[in-house]
């Protein structure tokens, strides 16, 4: 029962089950241990294992996938932000500096001197 209920079963694994053990296995909420023993699915254990175990190990690998992708646009984003400011900074600083914003350290410098 836990191979049938493996979150990383997709359409095609059910398609192949039901190719290998001869009979449509699609399994909804609804599925129990009573349809599964009517269906003697226990006799075909081996089958489902198998492509159960592959649909695990495809299910680890999406999710990892999943990790970095978030991860990778959070690192755009940060670079993003930071090539903004940056451009900002450098547009602007030609205007900062002729009303006074960003000489004004120098000048109260000058007049402490």
Not at 32 to 38: C, G, M, Q, R
Not at 45 to 54: E, F, G, N, Q
Request: charged share 20%; hydrophobic share 45%; with cysteine.
């Amino acid at each position: 029962m836990q191979a049938i209920r493996n979150p990383g079963m997709r359409q095609r694994h059910w398609e192949k089950i039901s190719n290998d053990i001869g009979m449509p296995l699609y399994p909804d909420k609804k599925f129990t241990l009573v349809k599964a023993d009517s269906m003697k699915l226990l006799d075909h254990l081996t089958a489902i294992t198998k492509v159960s175990d592959v649909a695990g190990k495809e299910y680890g690998i999406e999710q990892v996938c999943v990790r970095v992708c978030v991860c990778l646009v959070c690192v755009c984003m940060y670079v993003c932000m930071c090539l903004w400011f940056v451009y900002m900074f450098v547009s602007c600083a030609p205007m900062w500096v002729s009303v006074g914003v960003l000489g004004c350290t120098c000048e109260r410098r000058r007049a402490w001197s």
